[in-house]
């Protein structure tokens, strides 16, 4: 493995911090009561994060009010919360808000709204039609004119408890990104009935809402391109995290269950069960970090990086979560045992910014695009380019 993917002594101590916390705000008891509550999850839990370890804003440059650190760091981060379905507004606005924001031109209204979400006081939801999670000028549905912006965007993550709306708008002079007061006047969420009740979805109508102008149509492009990849590859490390959870759930479950006077894990089935769980979850990690690394050093494609690794933690994830219902056997299937949990956050992560096959197609057309007689393009290696 190459140096770029060797975590450092910082992202060690970082990750056990948040190991911690996560132990503290995210056991299974809490997950279960937060998902049937209202918004959701706990607003202190979530300012603790922000204030406290500060970790809602690595990634942010340290004169915008962040950490200045980089994306692996704000994976790992990432990675640890999903490895404890922790709830909360995490897709919405570390995922997605925060990264357009901090690609936007600086201003009045960036900084105004980038602070409080990096120190957990406020939260966001991105409220942009994508295409297998890549920008579509024909996917927006939301109109502005003048100061004020109205349309309908479906099944936006985290809608519901966002305090912040970015909003792509189409405008005269072409799409805009806006920020709307989700609170204000001429907005209606509508929550929506999901599978997975720790990831919650609401459709946003918009009448007349007023907006300000975060990014005009000679940027938006831009800063929402940005926002969808490091989305994508953030969330490729929430589902690396997820699918080690399960790995590790089902290797102690293997070993306690006894079936005819023996643990379960010394069946030779289960064992190879349990090796192919290990091999894709090992495979998805290093297209996860690889992704993150990709965006913050810039010498390799970032496009390509993201789709390789939302294609394989997707469906990895996925592949895992069903592995490990199966290994446990008849009480896998159960509500009240934990599995059934991240299957759910494991199913309903494969489809946001779009699912497996449609980021395959996109490799193959960016592959094919860059082919030439002389070689194959160039691909990921991990090693630097001088």
Do not use: N
């Not at 603790?48 to 994306?71: C, F, I, K, N, S």
């Not at 602070?115 to 939260?123: D, H, N, S």
């Not at 007023?210 to 953030?234: F, K, Q, S, W, Y």
């Not at 779009?354 to 197609?361: D, F, I, K, P, T």
């Amino acid at each position: 493995m190459a140096d770029h993917f060797v975590t450092t002594d910082e992202q060690r101590e970082l990750r056990t911090a948040v190991r911690k916390f996560a132990a503290e705000q995210s056991d299974e008891q809490t997950v279960r009561r937060l998902m049937e509550s209202d918004p959701g999850f706990d607003t202190g839990a979530w300012a603790r994060l922000g204030a406290e370890l500060g970790v809602l804003g690595l990634a942010v440059p340290e004169a915008d009010g962040g950490a200045g650190g980089t994306l692996v760091d704000q994976a790992v981060v990432v990675e640890e919360l999903g490895a404890s379905l922790f709830c909360g507004p995490v897709f919405g606005t570390v995922l997605l808000a925060i990264p357009a924001l901090v690609a936007a031109s600086p201003g009045e209204v960036r900084d105004a709204v980038l602070g409080p979400l990096v120190e957990g006081a406020r939260t966001a939801a991105f409220a942009v039609g994508d295409r297998a999670g890549a920008f579509d000028a024909s996917a927006v549905t939301v109109t502005a004119s003048g100061d004020t912006l109205t349309g309908t965007v479906e099944r936006v993550v985290d809608a519901g408890a966002a305090d912040d709306l970015v909003v792509a708008a189409t405008g005269p002079d072409g799409v805009g990104l806006h920020v709307v007061d989700a609170a204000g006047p001429g907005v209606e969420r509508t929550a929506l009935t999901t599978l997975d009740l720790t990831r919650r979805q609401a459709t946003v109508r918009l009448s007349d809402a007023p907006a300000r102008l975060l990014a005009g149509p000679d940027e938006a492009e831009r800063v929402i391109t940005h926002a969808l990849r490091v989305g994508a590859a953030l969330l490729a490390a929430e589902q690396v995290g997820g699918a080690q959870h399960l790995l590790d759930l089902s290797v102690e479950y293997a070993k306690g269950r006894l079936q005819f006077g023996r643990p379960i894990g010394s069946f030779q089935a289960v064992k190879h069960r349990l090796a192919d769980m290990l091999v894709d979850l090992e495979h998805a990690r290093s297209t996860a970090y690889h992704a993150v690394w990709a965006l913050d050093d810039g010498s390799d494609d970032p496009a390509l990086s993201t789709s390789i690794a939302q294609a394989t933690c997707s469906e990895a994830y996925a592949g895992i979560a069903s592995a490990a219902v199966q290994v446990h056997g008849g009480i896998g299937f159960t509500w009240e045992y934990q599995a059934q949990l991240y299957f759910k956050r494991a199913v309903t992560d494969a489809v946001l910014l779009g699912g497996a096959e449609e980021h395959r197609a996109r490799i193959a057309r960016l592959v094919l695009a860059t082919a030439s007689a002389d070689g194959a393009p160039r691909v990921a290696t991990g090693t630097e380019v001088r």
